[in-house]
Structures are given as C-alpha cells and as structure tokens.
C-alpha cells in the first residue's frame, strides 16, 4: 500500500484501469484513498476473488456477461456488459484467408486449438479421428510443442490425395486471424478471448472446458450453449468419437447456420471501444454512458 500511494502520488493517473488480480488490490485501494478513477474489466462469468474484494471500489465495472454484474452485485450505473476486448477482426477477406490454408470454394473447415493450456486430449482425439476426419472436412490443428513432431508424422502417413487438408501447427500467432476467419466450425477451450473472438465472427463452437479453472470456463460457455451457438463436451468425455460427433455439425446446414446466426447475436465486436468510452469518461471525470448505450457500442451499432 505504501509502495502503490507513492507511485500515484508520483505519476499522478487521470485514472487507472485494471484487470483485477492480487496485482492490482494496493493500487486499487490506493487510488479509492486518493480519489482517483478506476475502471475494472472482468473477463470471466463467474469473476475471481480479488474482483469480488475490490469491485466495489471501482468507479465502473465493465463484464464480458451481464450475469456477473449480478455476482458481484453491483447496481446498473457501474456495471456495463462490454464483451471482452480483441484483435481486429473486421476487414479480413474470408475467401482470402481460406486460400492461404488450401481450403477451395465450398470447402468446410474445422479449426481445433486448445488455448495455452494443455492440448494432449486434443492431440489424441485428432490422431485417432484423423483417416475419417480429411474424408470430409479440411483441418486446422493447433497441437502445441509436444505434439507437433507427432502431427506432422501422421500428416505424412495420410493418402496423398487428402493429405493437404490436413494443416498442423505447433502454434499460430499472426496467422490465427486468418484461421479464426476461414473456419466455419471451431473447437476449442472456453477462454474468454476465444468465445468473444469466435462470437464476433459468428462461428459456432464445440466447447470443451478445461476442467482445472476452477468452473470458470464452464461457467463462461454456458450463455453460448444455451443461446444455441455452442454444443458442450465435458474434458474426459471428449475423445475421437466425440470429434467425430462435432465435426457432423458441418454436414447439416440448417443446425450449422442457426449456430452461427445465435453466435453472430452474442457478439460484441467493438468492445475494446466500449471499454475505452468507460476509461475516457472516468479520466476527464465525465457522467458514465448508459449501460444500454455501452452495449450498443460493443456490438459495433454505434460508431465514434
């Protein structure tokens, strides 16, 4: 505390926005003593214990879910749905990123990744799916270090004719745009990064939560599944067949468009300029904007 009050004394911030975390809580409480503006980004549904300490000492909370509003029982005024701040997505030509993967005209593309944490049920899934897999689909699979030698070992083995559908990589940094944008079917974690940028364009998912977060990422796929956008599989049910499963999503154009026309509506494609209209308010000590006019702005209906 100390430390964090001689460091604003010293830089003297319009205002502060924070992420939570234990990081923040003397900043936090430092900037509550010296009346300094705070705005606060919770990512997940169900938020972490540091939020829940400090989100009352906020002068705004912006939430990726309205119902965290509800869990950290903040009125209205401070609390806005945002969705959660990501890459620039607009502009990307999708029929432009489908060619840089070898996907043709009418060509359907499932994209596997399982965000930073472990991907080996993944891995394993892909390797014994895969002869039947390239039959009908193009892949995309994100297999992390570990599984890349492996990956590519089983790409070799595959017919020549379909062995081009198969793209593994160890990871994708700058390409991810482009994958992200080509796929029409995703199957991933449930970070809150990956659901907002998937519901920005509009992609159903097959949600499989990383069951250590502590419920988090269930927590944060269930609005999807419920809006219809998402099927769930739990960690240790999800396995070749599962895949298999989730793959046939792309066989029936009529469930596969109502996933992703439910997708399009959750998502929040402006939210970093939502969030920024909170933290420009708070650090020229202006009235919030309504609740109702920040989430217009995250769904990209407001512009400026």
């Not at 460091?7 to 926005?17: D, N, Y």
């Not at 390409?175 to 907002?196: F, P, Y």
Request: aromatic share 4%; hydrophobic share 50%; glycine share 8%.
């Amino acid at each position: 505390m100390p430390q964090a009050t001689a460091i604003l004394l010293r830089e003297r911030p319009a205002a502060i926005f924070t992420t939570g975390g234990y990081v923040a809580i003397p900043i936090i409480l430092a900037a509550s003593a010296l009346r300094i503006p705070v705005v606060m980004w919770e990512g997940n549904v169900i938020p972490g214990r540091s939020v829940r300490a400090t989100a009352r000492l906020a002068d705004a909370v912006a939430v990726s879910n309205g119902a965290t509003c509800s869990a950290l029982g903040l009125p209205a005024g401070r609390c806005f749905e945002t969705g959660t701040p990501i890459r620039e997505l607009a502009g990307i030509d999708p029929i432009a990123a489908r060619d840089r993967f070898g996907v043709p005209p009418g060509g359907r593309l499932l994209l596997i990744f399982g965000g930073s944490q472990a991907v080996r049920r993944f891995n394993a899934a892909v390797a014994e799916a895969l002869t039947r897999l390239v039959e009908r689909v193009h892949l995309i699979h994100v297999t992390g270090d570990a599984g890349y030698a492996a990956a590519l070992a089983a790409r070799e083995a595959l017919p020549a004719a379909v062995r081009d559908r198969y793209r593994p990589y160890p990871f994708l940094r700058a390409e991810m745009t482009d994958a992200l944008v080509a796929a029409d079917l995703i199957v991933g974690r449930a970070g809150s990064s990956t659901l907002a940028e998937a519901t920005a364009l509009g992609r159903p998912l097959v949600i499989v939560p990383y069951p250590h977060a502590a419920g988090h990422q269930r927590a944060n796929a269930q609005p999807l599944v419920e809006a219809g956008a998402a099927r769930l599989i739990e960690d240790d049910r999800f396995d070749a067949g599962s895949l298999l499963e989730a793959a046939a999503i792309l066989d029936d154009p009529v469930r596969h468009n109502a996933m992703a026309a439910a997708s399009r509506a959750l998502g929040r494609p402006a939210a970093a300029a939502a969030v920024a209209d909170l933290v420009l308010a708070a650090a020229e000590r202006r009235a919030f904007p309504e609740p109702a006019a920040i989430l217009r702005r995250a769904r990209g209906e407001l512009v400026g």
